[in-house]
């Protein structure tokens, strides 16, 4: 926890202030990155110190693009990122203090893995360049004499020889994008601890994902991104208790919707409601309770209730909310 | 404890090392050897017809025409375009861009391969080419050298290319047959920005036997690409510092 200053719950969407902290080791300051007419990062400011953090958005919502700015693969278009106080596009020093795990695939397929994480450590400058790839790849809990190239592992391998690559210069500033793809249960579970024992130890390690459930065992502190834009900072629980606390659609399919419709409106179980030939879609903020008496309410009309189906209840539906609440 | 910068002579040797690695591959190696091969069986052809008044005039031309044209040119795209960019396009080039070291290493190491790896498939079938037309020693020390001079220069023009376009064996095609082989006949400055006309130029320098675009003397015939490679590469390294990267 130590750098982070978690704002208050009420705090979460939208970020009232810019989400910096004192010990900053990556600054990210009013940053925009555009190709061409699409934006895809757009004015977003934070900054995070040592321990996990997690960036949480759908596919496409510019997480990748923060990352690449942070390591200097790409230049903003405004605004400026440091890492460790300098800019990795033009400090070869600080290039040497960072580990990143891309999200794409493709690694030298012809190599094995120990030799490809040895090169790894070669071209950081690492003293020992051997002992620290078999360190990474017991880390990673793979191993060194396997001779198996590159191009014959599984997804989930490959990415945790792409972890032992980012790991093996013993970085200051670790970045993974979305490293939990691709691995069985038992490996995720292993890399879930290997990030948090990696934060404890005073790294800043940045783990996006798309999947709420991932964030949720990475750790509390969660930079949620949407449409290129911060949609919310904070703990990760209070980014539950928004999604569990917001307006939910659910669609009713019914032989009587009307009669239906205009109980649940009578007993305030609903905000909102449309009605059609064979269903009603009502918006409620009372999910447990609209749950509890929905069909209750449909034995007293003799209504029978083909199908009670959540139409938002997933990841893009919640950022949408946290975007369109800035 | 983190990396620590790479001194630039390692950079160079640790480029080189993964460079060479990645672009022997079998399917490159079997078409490049035909190739090469085609050009030595033409030749021996030649050396061997009745009707051959001059030899060395004979091997001048097929080996300006036919190996500096179709081989050497073709070969150094073939790998320095895939030198950096396949590893630009596929996404690996981050395994070299961000770690602890200078730009121009990166270009040099890259080249180097390249050039490691065409120069044995455009040399030895030329020497052997040059000989089988038995055009006489001047004619096989005038091939070497002017294959190694455009081994070098096209192989950091393509290592650019292949920095600077998604498609650079295409671009590369284009630069070969349509400004090498028509735009640079219809005008010296054309003809001046084409590699063809610097190894061409060294060829008949050396045997005497006239050739169109080959009136430089030697010395600008081999200083000339040198140049032109060590623009190609100081241009690569301004490439990889400015550039996106995947």
């Known amino acids: 926890m130590a750098g982070w200053a978690p704002p208050a719950a009420a705090d979460l969407p939208p970020p009232a202030a810019p989400a910096t902290v004192a010990d900053a080791m990556v600054e990210v300051e009013h940053v925009t990155k555009s190709f061409g007419d699409v934006v895809a990062v757009s004015d977003v400011t934070f900054s995070v110190g040592p321990g996990v953090t997690a960036l949480l958005g759908p596919n496409g919502a510019g997480k990748s693009t923060l990352f690449r700015l942070m390591c200097g693969l790409t230049a903003p278009t405004k605004g400026t990122v440091r890492v460790l106080g300098a800019d990795a596009r033009s400090d070869r ?55 198996k190239p590159l191009g014959a592992y ?32 038992v490996q995720r ?43 919310a900072t904070g703990d990760y629980r209070d980014l539950r208790n928004l999604m569990d606390d917001r307006p939910h659609r659910i669609r009713v399919t019914t032989d009587s919707p009307r009669p239906l419709a205009a109980a649940l409106v009578d007993r305030g179980l609903v905000d909102g409601v449309s009605v059609s030939a064979a269903a009603l879609v009502v918006d409620t903020t009372d999910v447990d309770g609209f749950g509890r008496q929905i069909a209750v309410i449909a034995r007293e009309l003799g209504a029978r209730l083909t199908e009670v189906e959540p139409t938002d209840d997933d990841l893009e539906s919640v950022f949408r909310y946290l975007v369109e609440r800035r | ?75 150094a795209l073939v790998f320095a375009s895939a030198a950096l960019g396949d590893a630009r396009e596929d996404g690996t080039l981050v395994y070299l861009w961000l770690r602890p070291m200078h730009r121009w290493p990166i270009a040099v190491g890259a080249w180097g391969a390249a050039a490691t790896v065409s120069l044995p498939l455009t040399v030895v079938p030329l020497a052997v080419a040059s000989s089988l037309i038995d055009g006489g020693g001047s004619l096989t020390g005038a091939t070497v050298l002017a294959t190694v001079v455009g081994v070098v220069a096209y192989a950091a023009i393509f290592v650019l290319a292949g920095l ?7 671009w590369g095609l284009g630069y070969i047959l349509i400004w090498e082989g028509i735009v640079a006949a219809f005008g010296d400055l054309a003809a001046r920005l084409a590699i063809r006309g610097y190894t061409r130029s ?5 045997t005497d036997v006239d050739l169109e675009l080959g009136d430089l003397s030697l010395a600008a015939g081999i200083a000339v690409p040198l140049v032109a490679a060590a623009l190609a590469l100081a241009l690569a390294s301004r490439r990889l510092a400015k550039m996106d990267v995947a």
């Not at chain 1, 945790?160 to 069985?184: M, W």
């Not at chain 2, 060294?202 to 050396?206: F, K, L, P, V």
């Open chain 1, 93 to 147: 020093e600080v290039r040497g203090r960072i580990g990143l795990a891309p999200q794409q695939d493709a690694l030298f397929d012809r190599l094995t893995a120990s030799r490809f994480v040895e090169l790894a450590g070669r071209t950081h400058g690492v003293a020992d360049p051997t002992a620290a790839s078999h360190r990474a790849l017991d880390h990673v809990a793979l191993s060194a004499d396997e001779t």
């Open chain 1, 154 to 185: 599984s997804k989930g391998m490959r990415q945790r020889v792409k972890l032992a690559a980012a790991l093996v210069n013993e970085p200051d500033v670790l970045i993974l994008d979305e490293p939990l793809t691709g691995l069985d249960p």
């Open chain 1, 189 to 231: 579970n292993r890399m879930i601890r290997l990030f948090h024992e990696l934060g404890d130890d005073g790294i800043c390690l940045l783990v996006s994902s798309h999947v709420l459930d991932e964030v949720a065992r990475l750790g509390s502190r969660v930079l949620v991104i949407a449409q290129g834009r911060l949609a």
């Open chain 2, 1 to 75: 404890m983190s990396g620590r910068p790479v001194g630039s002579l390692d950079a160079v040797r640790l480029t080189y090392g993964i460079v060479v690695r990645q672009l022997v591959t079998r399917g490159r190696l079997i078409a490049l050897v035909i190739v090469g091969a085609a050009v030595a069986v033409v030749a021996g052809a030649i050396g061997a017809a009745d009707e051959i008044d001059d030899p060395l005039e004979a091997g001048v031309r097929v080996i300006a025409d036919l190996g500096f044209t179709a081989l050497v040119s073709i070969v």
């Open chain 2, 164 to 170: 600077l376009f998604k498609n650079s064996i295409v």
């Open chain 2, 202 to 206: 060294i060829i008949t320098a050396i």
